[in-house]
């Protein structure tokens, strides 16, 4: 059963967390005909397998003999997309609470939206914690958070004709470098009046062919770099104005600028989850091993999350624990209902349900 409201969506199961845990864990609660909505922080799935290891080989998935991260996390879309589960990208869940009547209350923060849910079972799948862009740690900076201050470029026009500073040395920060100078590699995009790159050395993270093609532009011109490192913010009525920088010869200077967009990566960050008062060991939570439930009834922790005796923090361990907490959430959501195993293979009812077809 699934209703939404003017101020909160009603559902009998959410998952926090799109890395494989919480995809294939929208799989099994499918299976026992539970729609679940699932809320990433990241703009997108796939979890570790997406950001960390995209296009790097897996050889330890069950009769996939080798698999890219990207590879694994389209399979398992593709895997859950008969069960259509709500995807809510891009939000943070950061609270947790239960209800008068038993369910429980979940609320999210994003870009620009906050979004109220409330449930009756929680599936935490948050891995080591929610990918968070890592940012200036500038005093007075964090004000300008979405007006100047960018960790992503949602869109290029506006940094038209706009003197724009970039901290960073990887793949996104030397490609959005190009993509906004003059040196414009994209067709569609429309140079800023100055590219500016910071970054702490003359060496860099990103892939050499675009550390090349970067070192290309500055030489003509079209983008400066900078190797220093920013230590404090100028501001004038309400406007960020500039960036006080130290070089490595210890020297500094003042940079002036319109935008600035810090692309210096993201990190995972536990954050809100160990807030919310269920049972932690060492920065996991502790769940048992028959229904891999958190010490509150009604939240189930699976993947990386979770500890118990033995844990292996591996994909294959985190299939199974799904398994079990989809049949432990199922016997809350309806008590009275004791859902029988059932084959994929030779099961009707699942065949209906993954395929359209009782055949
Ligand atoms: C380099 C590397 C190589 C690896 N190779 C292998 C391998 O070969 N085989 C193997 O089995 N394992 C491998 N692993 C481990 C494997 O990637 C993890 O076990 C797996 O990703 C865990 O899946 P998960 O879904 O539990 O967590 P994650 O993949 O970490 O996904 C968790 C998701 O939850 C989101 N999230 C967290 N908190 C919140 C919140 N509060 N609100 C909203 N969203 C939130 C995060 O943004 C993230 O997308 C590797 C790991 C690394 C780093």
Redesign the pocket.
């Known amino acids: 059963m699934q209703q939404e409201t003017s101020h909160a969506i009603e559902t009998d199961a959410l998952i926090?967390?799109?890395?494989?845990?919480?995809?294939f864990q929208a799989f099994q609660l499918g299976l026992l005909e539970i729609k679940a909505h699932i809320?990433?922080?990241?703009p997108h799935?796939?979890?570790?397998?997406?950001?960390?290891?995209g296009s790097?080989?897996?050889?330890?998935?069950p009769s996939v003999p080798v698999c890219t991260?990207q590879e694994l996390t389209d399979n398992l879309l593709r895997q859950v997309a008969p069960f259509s589960p709500t995807f809510h990208f891009g939000?943070?869940?950061?609270g947790l609470q239960r209800l008068d009547d038993s369910r429980l209350e979940v609320h999210?923060t994003g870009t620009g939206q906050t979004t109220r849910f409330i449930t009756r079972t929680v599936m935490i799948?948050?891995?080591?914690?929610?990918?968070l862009p890592r940012s200036l740690n500038l005093e007075g900076l964090q004000a300008f958070e979405g007006q100047q201050l960018f960790h992503s470029v949602q869109d290029p026009h506006s940094f038209e004709n706009q003197r724009v500073v970039i901290c960073g040395d990887t793949d996104t920060a030397l490609e959005w470098a190009l993509r906004l100078s003059t040196a414009k590699t994209h067709p569609y995009d429309h140079a800023a009046r100055s590219v500016t790159l910071i970054h702490r050395r003359d060496q860099f993270s990103a892939a050499p062919e675009l550390v090349s093609q970067f070192r290309t532009a500055v030489a003509a011109g079209h983008i400066q770099f900078i190797a220093g490192q920013a230590t404090g913010i100028f501001a004038h009525h309400g406007h960020l104005t500039g960036l006080q920088l130290l070089l490595q010869d210890e020297s500094s200077r003042a940079l002036q600028l319109d935008q600035l967009l810090v692309l210096q990566g993201l990190s995972?960050?536990?954050?809100?989850?160990t807030q919310w008062g269920l049972d932690m060991e060492r920065k996991q939570l502790r769940v048992n091993t028959e229904t891999y439930s958190t010490s509150e009834p009604g939240v189930f922790a699976?993947?990386?999350?979770n500890t118990y005796p033995g844990k292996k923090?591996?994909?294959?361990?985190?299939f199974h624990e799904c398994v079990l907490a989809a049949y432990g959430a199922a016997s809350i959501i309806d008590p009275e209902k004791k859902p029988m195993l059932e084959y994929t293979t030779t099961s009707k009812r699942l065949h209906k349900l993954l395929n359209g077809s009782a055949n």
């Not at 809320?39 to 990241?42: D, G, I, N, Y």
């Not at 799935?45 to 290891?53: D, H, K, N, P």
């Not at 939000?91 to 950061?94: A, E, I, K, Y």
């Not at 799948?125 to 990918?131: C, R, S, T, Y």
């Open positions: 926090i967390g799109a890395g494989p845990a919480g995809l809320v990433e922080a990241l799935a796939g979890g570790q397998c997406a950001e960390l290891y790097k080989p897996i050889y330890d998935i991260g939000q943070l869940v950061n999210t799948a948050a891995g080591v914690g929610a990918f995972p960050k536990l954050g809100p989850i699976v993947g990386d999350v923090k591996l994909i294959l361990c985190a």
